[in-house]
């Protein structure tokens, strides 16, 4: 599904050059759940930012289903990551102004989809995550495992093929992330390829393969190990 070939990302700021990834070079294949894991600054999030098509590699290429994606417009980029990917993140980025069900519904009004469709599939989406209940609250009015769960909800709503997910569990407490994260592995099991940056390694345990970064660079990958 996605091929990382070469990837190095350079930020320049006037006399100031930073190497954030150099010469990264990974596979991710549908249905997989992938951990990438390393200390704070060594290039994890812009590596994840690079998948989303966020960001652009200074060099290198990027192939998302078979396609180098390095050359794309702007436009194109925006239609990649509506149409096929969904995104969470450790701070929610919910609207408070809205309900928690205008918050999920917010992420198909991108996509057309119609009134009654929009409806089925948020419904279906709360009760998929046990958020049903809290339809008309507003962010502010719930706790941290219930925003992410509503975070959760809007990432996977259009059904997208990959979902990227940065700290998902930061920002919770032990037994609201083991929460986030069972739903993360049911999502898995049902077909979502995944890619998770995280710092905890009990997360990174649901993972079947996970990719250590030290220094930009790719230190480490291994596998998770069978228990059967």
Known sequence: MLKLHGISRLFKSDEIQTQALNNINIEIGAGEFVAIMGPSGCGKSTLLNIIGVMDRPTSGDYFFNGVNVVGFSESRLSD?????????????NLVDELSAYRNIELALLYHDVPAVERRQQVEAVM??????????????????????????????????ALLLADEPTGNLDSGNGRTIMEILNQLNNEGTTIVMVTHNQLDADYAHRTINLFDGCVALESKRQSTG
């Open 80 to 92: 990649i990551r509506k149409d096929h990917i969904g995104f969470i993140f450790q701070a929610f």
């Open 127 to 160: 009760e998929k995550v046990g958020i049903t209940h809290l339809a008309k609250s507003r962010p502010s009015q719930l706790s941290g495992g219930q925003q992410q769960r509503i975070a959760v909800a809007r990432a996977i709503v259009a059904r997208p």
